[in-house]
């Protein structure tokens, strides 16, 4: 702007303006890629006129040019040869063509567009689509701030022109200003350099003589000089802060009065803003002017009304607008002016004051200067208001000064703590300034009442004080460096404690970072010199969580603290800080010693177990209603301590036997302990008046709750049998064992709620009950439990004891003598089966260990059982089971029919063993089978060859018994006694029906019995049968078969086993013989004859005989000359066969 017009540098100087100005920095400087950042030079009030004076002094230095190109412009050929005169006055080379002014024209009508152009400063534009007169090339150059200078607009020889007339006139001047009239001229050589100071005094004389200097005014110092004796002075020092802190704070208070304003005038000009315009409904008549058609002349315009609403502006909320913005800008006027100078002196004295007082405190730590620092410090603190904290020049200088003079002064003072946070709780806005200089660790004695504080002064509204001021406990330091009394830290623990409470179970979000704190503080005093806290903590913990007045986070900070939070934790993979772990002297992992966990279980037992019947709500509703939220962490908590007892006393027991009484004591203590910690949790307990209502473990609705515990617990004793079950003897009693019997004893009343029990059924399954060996005390209890408990327990016990395997529980029945103890396991297995059968739900039950057990049935010892017990079980069967039974195709059906007959002695090899009462047991199944099939023949649920096919099985298993007894006759007597239960099912039947089955009978004997294994049915049928007629035909069928030609059995049989075995009733004895006439069973007929001779060898017998002979004679013959002598061949030759005798 200040370099003349035709100065021959002037393009060089817009050349690195337009360099600066339109510089691209790029992106790394926040700008877009192709912006530019001139614009930014001139962005404030002050500096924006200059662009349009650039813009001006541009246009100027155009028309400059291109009037100087007009002035000298070169003449044209015709004006005809120079002449001498005009070519002695020619135009010197240094001056400007007028080439170069016109140059210089389009030069600054360039850098003009180039001034204008908004485009370039938001690098939007594509510079070579540019027009021609932006000059693209040049553009793109400056653009890439190329520095290479615009010679071609330079006139160089005018340059060098002046150079020399600037060198020549300054030789002229140094000439001539030495040249002095007289004779000292040309005495002295000004030339030569000893002439030096001649030279310069000769100049020196040319001037005038020099005035002397100005008057002196005094100036008033624009700051005060800090009074060395305020220093040392607490009452001079503090009148000198306030009067300079008044100040300050009264413009602080101007400045948030405008700024209040502002925001005033701001809100109203919003609200006015949209009444400024409405609608209103206006009405417009427009004429449509008619030109006519067709000749025919238009009657007039035609007159349109058209109705609409139209914008209408309010004048008078215009002008309120008017006044409103004008008020703003005088607002933001006065905003924009710089502050008093009254202002800036208060801040640099008290600056300044400051400072000198830091800076002889350095040089003189006493006690005094100490004292003024620390008033200093709490005025500055006083004159703090939301004024000078809205302020922001005001906020920083009181931030600035107070930090300084607490650094200096307060901070780490044993004196300052108490004062300090009480003017810190008083105002609470303080606390941000004020809080970092809060050191109470530096006053040991008064850490305890400090906190209580804090904690007292704990709410919802003032969180963020709080926790500002918990930073500022270090707790470790203070432990470690002051090495506080049990007392003490005793008050500490239980004023966190109340800070938990305080807080609340369901925590505010603002609260949630001091709560953090206080969790950090209680861990750590927890740990700290361990266990001296230990019993406290536990008792404020448990008394707290049972009103649910903590967090379950401080459940979790606890559990780390103790090491048992999880693996992780315990391994102590976590990073503590230098001072923290400074203060601990135990490491997590062996925080709680053997002793101490026993004493946890013992003490937390003794407490859940008296909570329980504390109230009335635990008694209704259990310890799951308020202990809910902390489960998760409690199971964790009871989990680590059973696991550190069980493997402690595992581990002391190395060197025992197995099998030791030691082993078997510590088993059942652990059994007991474990059992007693979950019994308050999961257990139904009875109130000390016998009268009430028991009190149940949960409500139907805490089962997913309750479930946890049960699992636990489940898990508990699943460790106890793992790290026992090698301890221990094959038949001693194990975890599992123990549990169950336990679960006997509690679980199983009468009125026990389903959704206990479901709960307890569905987590002790998953138990490895496989490996469990039941007793007879385990048998008794569950047969007490299918007597009087709820189905759901028996259905449990049952499933658990069919997982069990019972070939290894009875291995020792395969003994030579086996123990009383295995006998009566076998017997209550058998029992336990038919118990269960029944069951569907065990059943059908996937991959059911009923089914695999019952499947077994063929490898076990059953010949133990003895008669009295398979009585009972077939008189369980008889009334629990139904007659279908026999008939059923179900597996558990078939297989338990298959049991009772294994048990009972049918088909089954004794390996050696006798079979204790296999006949009587037998007898006591076939009796219960024919029992069966009667009812179902007599219900008409069985059809008749369904009822034959039965029949057919019995008597087939009963000819393929083999009795236990060596006595022929006695094994006689066996087989008779089961033909003749088995032949009682033709007592039983209707008409119809035995006489089919009396055929099938006859035509089973024919197939199946030959020789000397017809006499016990021959026998037995003489026994059972109530009808006569069947008697004869099976009697008949009995002995023909005997003599039956096919069997090799038959050869060289003669008639007395026959006689022997025939029995006729004496009572129907004539009924009998008259219907073996006929029906022809002359076999009979002749073995009754035989035994009669046999009777009594006399003359008078045998003619009774013959005369009985000639009776039936009598009858016979006619009806068998009827038949042409058929009918008898075959008796007679069996007859003749059989006893070629004299009787004959």
Same mark, same amino acid.
């Given at each position: ?98 080439? %170069? ?47 290479? &200078? ?63 200097? $100005? ?5 008033? @110092? /624009? ?17 000198? @802060? ?10 602080? =208070? ?18 006015? %803003? ?51 913005? =004008? ?17 800036? !002196?208060?801040?640099?004295? #008290? ?62 003072? =044993? ?67 002051? =090495? ?22 369901? #925590? ?72 923290? *772990?400074?203060? $601990? ?9 053997? !002793? ?70 510590? $088993? ?58 090698? *301890? %221990? ?20 009343? /009468? ?5 206990? &029990? ?70 209550? #297995? ?7 059968? *029944? ?10 260990? $009923? ?42 059906? !078939? ?84 033909? +003749? ?71 060289? &049989? ?24 006929? %029906? ?27 005369? +009985? ?8 013959? /006619? ?26």
């Amino acid at each position: 702007l200040a370099t003349p017009e035709d100065h021959p540098l002037l393009p060089l100087i817009w050349q690195k303006f337009f360099l600066l100005y339109l510089h691209r920095p790029g992106p790394q400087y926040g700008l877009p890629i192709d912006g530019c950042i001139g614009k930014r030079f001139f962005q404030s009030p002050a500096h924006l006129s200059l662009l349009n004076d650039l813009k001006q002094r541009l246009i100027e230095a155009a028309d400059f040019h291109h009037a100087a190109s007009k002035a000298l412009r070169p003449k044209s050929p015709e004006e005809g040869s120079e002449s001498a005169a005009e070519k002695g006055c020619r135009k010197p080379d240094y001056l400007t063509s007028p080439e %170069l002014h016109q140059e210089l024209v389009r030069l600054f009508n360039v850098c003009i567009l180039w001034l204008d152009e908004e485009s370039f400063q938001k690098g939007d534009t594509y510079i070579p689509s540019l027009p021609k007169q932006y000059d693209a090339h040049r553009l793109a150059k400056i653009m890439q701030n190329q520095q290479d &200078l615009w010679m071609e607009f330079v006139n160089v020889e005018r340059i060098q022109h002046e150079f020399e007339e600037a060198i020549n006139f300054w030789l002229q001047v140094r000439v001539e200003s030495h040249v002095a009239p007289g004779t000292l001229s040309a005495q002295i050589d000004f030339t030569d350099p000893l002439w030096a100071k001649e030279r310069i005094i000769s100049s020196l004389q040319k001037y005038d003589a020099p005035q002397p200097s $100005l008057p002196l005014q005094p100036m008033k @110092v /624009p700051v005060p000089v800090v009074n060395p004796s305020s220093l040392v002075n607490q009452n001079e020092a503090k009148e000198l @802060v306030r009067a300079n802190l008044s100040v300050l704070q009264h413009h602080a =208070k101007t400045a948030a009065i405008r700024e209040s304003q502002h925001v005033a005038f701001n809100s109203e000009i919003l609200d006015t %803003l949209p009444k400024l315009y409405s609608n209103r409904e206006e009405q417009v008549v427009l004429h449509l002017e008619c030109r006519g058609s067709s000749g025919k002349p238009c009657q007039g315009a035609a007159l349109v009304t058209i109705q609409f609403e139209g914008k209408y502006k309010n004048e008078a909320i215009a002008q309120q607008l008017h006044a409103l913005k =004008k008020e703003v800008k005088l607002l933001q006027a006065e905003a924009t002016k710089p502050p008093s100078l009254g202002v800036v !002196e208060a801040a640099v004295h #008290l600056e300044n004051f400051i400072t000198a007082l830091i800076n002889l405190y350095k040089l003189q730590p006493v006690p005094g200067i100490h004292r003024v620092g620390v008033s200093l410090f709490f005025a500055m603190a006083g004159f703090v208001s939301d004024e000078t904290q809205r302020h922001p020049p005001t906020r920083q200088f009181f931030s600035s000064c107070i930090e300084v003079l607490g650094q200096v002064f307060v901070a780490g003072t =044993k004196s300052e703590c108490r004062p300090l946070l009480r003017t810190i709780l008083k105002n609470r806005r303080l606390c941000t300034l004020l809080s970092p200089y809060f050191t109470p660790v530096a006053s040991p004695e008064e850490f305890v009442d400090l906190y209580e504080q804090v904690v007292s002064f704990l709410g919802d509204e003032n969180s963020d004080v709080v926790f500002m001021l918990l930073t500022k406990f270090d707790l470790p330091q203070w432990l470690h460096t002051s =090495k506080p009394p049990l007392s003490d830290r005793t008050r500490l623990l239980e004023a966190i404690h109340l800070a938990l409470k305080t807080c609340r179970f369901e #925590l505010e979000e603002d609260v949630s970072m001091p709560y953090n704190l206080f969790c950090k503080h209680w861990a750590c005093l927890l740990r700290y010199q361990f266990p001296d806290h230990y019993s406290t903590f536990l008792r404020l913990l448990m008394q707290s969580s049972s009103d649910q007045l903590l967090r379950p986070d401080c459940w979790k900070a606890s559990l780390k603290a103790l090491g048992c939070s999880r693996t992780a934790a315990r391994r102590g993979s976590g990073k503590e800080e230098a001072s923290e *772990k400074a203060a $601990l002297q135990t490491s997590t992992e062996t925080l709680l010693s053997t !002793e101490q966990v026993v004493e946890t279980i013992e003490w937390l037992s003794n407490y859940f177990f008296k909570l329980r019947l504390s109230s009335r709500d635990f008694q209704t509703f259990g310890l799951f209603s308020k202990w809910a939220p902390y489960i998760g962490h409690v199971k964790r908590f009871m989990e680590y301590l059973v696991n550190r007892l069980i493997d402690s006393e595992a581990s002391s027991l190395a060197q025992e036997p197995v099998g030791s009484d030691g082993v078997l004591a510590v $088993l059942q203590s652990l059994h007991s302990v474990v059992s007693q910690l979950f019994t308050p949790w999961i257990l139904v307990l009875q109130q000390e008046e016998s009268s009430k209502q028991p009190c149940y473990p949960w409500l139907e609705s805490d089962t997913p709750v309750a479930s946890q515990m049960v699992q636990l617990y489940a898990d508990s004793i699943g460790v106890l049998h793992e790290s026992f079950k090698d *301890k %221990l003897l094959p038949s001693q009693q194990g975890a599992l064992s123990l549990h169950l019997m336990h679960y006997c004893r509690t679980c199983t009343a /009468p009125r026990m709620p389903e959704h206990i &029990l479901y709960t307890l059924h569905t987590e002790y399954g998953r138990l490895p009950w496989k490996e469990m060996r039941p007793d007879q005390q385990l048998m008794e209890e569950f047969f007490k439990v299918e007597r009087g408990s709820p189905k759901s327990c028996f259905l449990f016990l049952g499933s658990v004891l069919c997982e069990v395997n019972w070939v290894s529980v009875l291995s020792n029945a395969w003994h030579p003598d086996p123990p009383p103890e295995t006998h009566n396991m076998i017997m209550c #297995l058998l029992y336990m089966a038919v118990l269960l059968a *029944k069951e569907q739900q065990l059943v059908t039950k996937e991959e059911s260990p $009923l089914l695999n057990l019952l499947g077994q049935t063929s490898s076990l010892p059953w010949q133990l059982i003895g008669i009295l017990s398979y009585q009972n079980i077939i008189s369980y069967l008889n009334s629990h089971y139904p007659p279908s039974i026999i008939l059923a195709k179900e597996p558990a059906a !078939e297989l338990i029919v298959r049991l009772l007959k294994a048990s009972a002695g049918f088909g089954a090899s004794s390996n050696g063993h006798v079979h204790l009462d296999a006949t009587l047991k037998c007898r006591a199944y076939v009796r219960q089978t024919v029992h069966f099939l009667s009812i179902l023949e007599q219900n008409g649920k069985i059809s008749l060859s369904d009822l034959e096919q039965e029949m057919c099985k019995l008597l087939d298993d009963i000819i393929i018994f083999n009795p236990p007894d060596t006595d022929v006759q006695a094994r006689h007597l066996a087989l008779s006694s089961l033909f +003749t239960e088995a032949l009682m099912m033709l007592n039983n039947a209707s008409v119809s029906t035995a006489e089919s089955l009396r055929i099938a009978l006859r035509g089973w004997i024919g197939a199946t019995v030959h020789g000397l294994g017809v006499m016990p049915l021959l026998t037995a049928a003489c026994q059972s049968l109530a009808s006569v007629r069947h008697m004869a035909e099976t009697t008949e069928a009995c002995v023909t078969a005997y003599f039956n030609e096919d069997s090799p059995l038959s050869q060289g &049989l003669g008639w007395g086993p026959i006689v022997a075995a025939l029995q006729v009733p004496e009572l129907t004895a004539e009924d009998f013989l008259q219907e073996c006439l006929s %029906l022809g069973s002359y076999l009979t007929l002749y073995v009754f004859t035989l035994q009669r001779l046999n009777a009594e060898q006399t003359l008078a017998n045998e003619m009774k005989v013959l005369l +009985t002979l000639s009776k039936w004679l009598e009858e016979v013959y /006619p009806r068998y000359q009827r038949l042409g002598g058929r009918g008898v061949s075959t008796e007679a030759r069996i007859v003749w066969a059989g006893e070629p005798s004299s009787v004959v």
